[in-house]
């Protein structure tokens, strides 16, 4: 099958003109000023953005956390994906302590069988365990088989934190592996000892899950595993930073030119401390870690994912229902769930509120939601980017339809939106991945199945069709 894809404004994270693209099966073979070609389906996107798909580097789809699994499984994850212009995500496969990291793997292959996705799916390894897991052995093997990135929580005591030996043993084998460590950075031990005390103290509403987790502890772990990572000389990417405190020690380590990369998350723009305090547990809805913070912040955010301190914007989808799993912590903040959806909205929100309001350029949107994640996480070039040899991995966004954000029309399972009501200007109109149309004007058109397994270059490497095909 071949597209031609025709007058629409082409951006990617260093060019901006008006053009055509040309697939041939999955791969872009041609760009450039009206092509002349034959092409077996024409879409005619003048006045049309055509974007690379966005790139999800941190979802938790169907993982068990805080005593339930979030609600999305990898179908309706990843056809929520889809409908908001993400065509590639890179989702945490979690070690369960004392499961070896081949069959923590192999739970993750069997839940994309069961539920398959509609997009590509790439995963990182969550360690919590390396004894259980087989040894440092078994940890370095797995760069090779497409896993290339590690996951260490610094937080969630009791759970899935782990202890600085672990996350450095893991970091010195990421050293030699080529693989790239990535951190929840916040001091659990501290914050397992004030949320403990607020529960004494009969403190219990959503709002505390705030007021227990300082920002400085998440300044504390960030600065700490960065400076691990120096010792180890390995690569650190640091997840969901929050607030200025934590901006800072990535913003000195980036100046200094250390392998130091950092995200924020779409909701820190939008959501603060304050929607944790809505009446009838509404609050809830916004328990997710690091917590919201107070307003202050959200421009410190803009200033560093627009100044590359912070280096690209995820969405951390960790969804829940509301009503039967936020309500577990009812009576005790600390029972709830924590994480908020988000797959569906991230691409809507930044580019009305971060390019529509001229916090960022469109050039910089593109590199923090498709570019920078490619080529950090080992897709690129053969995702991120429009060009030759490239997959057809294709947004069509139009930049003047209007849309309002709302759980009613949303494709996750979740029974509420973060952003609920906020009226947006610019909409996904068509999604194409590998060269097939997966979404257009608000239909799916792939089954299940259609996303595929993307093996990821090792960290720093370059990831080929014809390599990953092989
Ligand atoms: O609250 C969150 N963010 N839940 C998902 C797990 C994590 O910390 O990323
Ligand atoms: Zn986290
Ligand atoms: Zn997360």
């Known amino acids: 099958m071949s597209v031609l894809i025709k007058g629409g404004r082409i951006i990617t994270a260093s060019d901006d003109y008006v053009g055509d693209v040309y697939a041939e099966g999955e791969t872009i073979s041609l760009v450039g000023e009206s092509l002349d070609v034959q092409a077996e389906k024409v879409i005619d996107a003048s006045g049309k953005y055509v974007l690379p798909g966005a790139i999800d580097p941190h979802t938790h789809i169907e993982m068990f956390f805080g005593g339930t699994t979030t609600c999305d499984d990898f179908t309706s994850g990843t056809v929520a994906a889809a409908f908001g212009g993400t065509t590639s ?5 979690m070690q369960a302590p004392g499961t070896p990291f081949p069959e923590a793997l192999d739970n993750y292959f069997e ?11 790439g995963f990182h390894i969550g360690v919590t365990d390396i004894e259980g897991g087989g040894g440092l052995e078994a940890l370095a093997k797995l760069p090779d088989e497409g896993v290339t990135s590690y996951k260490l929580f610094m937080a969630y005591k009791g759970a899935v934190m782990v202890d600085d030996e672990t996350l450095f043993k893991t970091m010195e084998v990421a050293r030699e592996t080529g693989g790239l460590v990535m951190v929840h950075a916040e001091n659990g031990d501290a914050i397992d000892v004030i949320v403990k005390k607020a529960v004494a103290e009969g403190k219990t509403d959503p709002i505390w899950h705030a007021r227990t987790r300082p920002m400085e502890t998440e300044a504390e772990a960030t600065n700490r595993a960065i400076q691990l990572a120096r010792v ?8 969901h930073v929050s607030c200025q405190p934590a901006v800072e020690p990535i913003a000195l380590a980036r100046e200094k030119g250390w392998d130091v990369w950092g995200e924020t998350c779409t909701q820190y723009f939008f959501v603060d401390q304050t929607f944790l305090e809505r009446p009838d547990f509404e609050g809830a809805k916004y ?8 307003k202050a912040n959200q421009d410190v955010l803009w200033n560093a994912v627009r100044t590359d301190i912070l280096s690209a914007i995820s969405t951390d ?3 829940f229902l509301w009503d039967g799993q936020k309500t577990l912590g009812r009576d005790d903040f600390s029972k709830i769930p924590n994480g908020g959806p988000g797959l569906e909205n991230r691409l809507h929100m930044i580019h ?7 916090r960022i350029t469109l050039n910089r949107m593109v590199e923090l939601l498709s570019t920078n994640p490619a080529k950090l996480f080992g897709l690129y070039p053969r995702k991120g980017t429009i060009a030759p040899g490239s997959d057809a991995d294709l947004v069509i966004f139009d930049p003047a339809r209007k849309k309002t954000i709302t759980a009613a029309d949303q ?8 952003y609920e009501g906020t009226e947006v200007t610019g909409d996904v109109e068509t999604v194409l991945i590998r060269g097939t149309v997966v979404v257009d004007d608000g239909e799916l058109k792939v089954e299940p199945g259609f996303g595929e397994f993307v093996a990821r270059a090792k960290f720093g490497q370059e990831l080929r069709p014809a390599v990953a095909r092989a």
């Open 411 to 418: 494709h996750s399972k979740t029974d509420y939106n973060l």
């Open 232 to 239: 180890a000389g390995c690569p650190l990417y640091v997840v």
């Open 317 to 319: 989808h960790c969804a």
């Open 111 to 121: 839940k994309i069988e069961r539920c398959k996705p509609v997009i590509d799916v």
């Open 89 to 93: 995500l890179v989702d945490f496969c």
């Open 352 to 358: 009305h509120f971060g390019v529509g309001e001229g």
């Open 287 to 294: 328990v997710y870690t690091p917590p919201p913070r107070a």
